[in-house]
């Protein structure tokens, strides 16, 4: 696969190089541990590798049934920590949207998803409106977006991802002037542990950003590396000062569990 995937890159640029010109290729994420990393391959054909932030994966353990058995895992610190979270983020009104009510209420969801991707350290371009509607409506059981509200008004969002014996959290949309009031994106978190546990997964991936606070709920991180190519000769051999400025921010673990869970 890891040969053949130079040339494919080649056919996809070919059929999508009109009329929008593809001047960078990027490839990504592969876990830096893995013995299948395509290292040398890529970089014989002049791609360049950098490290970016870690992917946060957190373990299920079989015996968590429900949520009161994962906190039920942690320490008092945590257990408490997860019971204000709860306490304070109570009135939320949680809503699970189909294709057409994703449509309906794209426009309010939209600038939430916003709040968050100007606030990311790497990014190279924003999601459309209307990438969210086509995801529902390409995977309509596997694609799940589910809203928040409060007092009738829509405050936050999260995607996910149902994948066999994985739940992938996708993309979210934050209110930040309520954030520090209701505790939204720890609340966000704390249900995708209850969507995993709900699901029967084995592993519920968080993705790369806000390590530490995913820490807090027992997520632990896997490092990442991609590799990029300029396809442009002279702008590629320069662009080592951009990706070494991407170098991942320093962060301190957490752990929320007891010793031995």
């Keep these: 696969v890891f040969r053949k995937l130079p040339d494919v890159v080649k056919l996809i640029i070919k059929q999508f190089s009109k009329p929008q ?3 960078v290729v ?15 391959l890529l970089k014989s054909k002049r791609y360049h590798s950098f490290a970016v932030e ?15 058995d994962y906190t039920a895992s942690m320490s008092k610190k945590y257990r408490n920590r997860a019971r204000t979270v709860m306490m304070k983020s109570a009135e939320l009104v949680e809503r699970d949207l189909d294709a057409k009510q994703l449509a309906k209420l794209i426009d309010k969801l939209y600038p939430l998803y916003l709040n968050l991707h100007v606030k990311a350290r790497f990014r190279l371009a924003a999601l459309t409106p209307r990438y969210f ?6 995977f309509p059981e596997s694609f799940i977006v589910k809203t928040y509200s409060l007092n009738g008004e829509i405050v936050g969002f999260r995607s996910f991802f149902l994948n066999e014996n994985q739940l992938d959290a996708h993309f979210i949309g934050v209110n930040y002037e309520l954030n520090r009031e209701i505790n939204l994106y720890q609340r966000i978190l704390y249900d995708f542990v209850s969507d995993a546990i709900h699901a029967g997964s ?8 806000a390590a530490e606070i995913k820490s807090t709920i027992g997520a632990i991180p896997h490092d ?8 442009n000769s002279l702008s590629n051999q320069i662009i080592r000062p951009f990706i070494d400025y991407l170098k991942p921010s320093d962060w301190t673990p957490r752990s929320p569990f007891r010793l031995g869970e």
């Design 21 to 23: 010109k593809v001047s």
């Design 224 to 231: 990442l590396t991609c590799y990029i190519r300029h396809r």
């Design 54 to 68: 870690p992917e946060m994966i957190l373990q299920m353990r079989p015996k968590w049934k429900n949520f009161d």
């Design 26 to 40: 990027l490839v990504k994420d592969y876990y830096s541990n893995h013995e299948d990393r395509p290292e040398q």
């Design 133 to 138: 509607v086509e995801m529902k409506e390409q």
């Design 202 to 209: 084995s592993e519920l991936l968080l993705g790369r950003t």
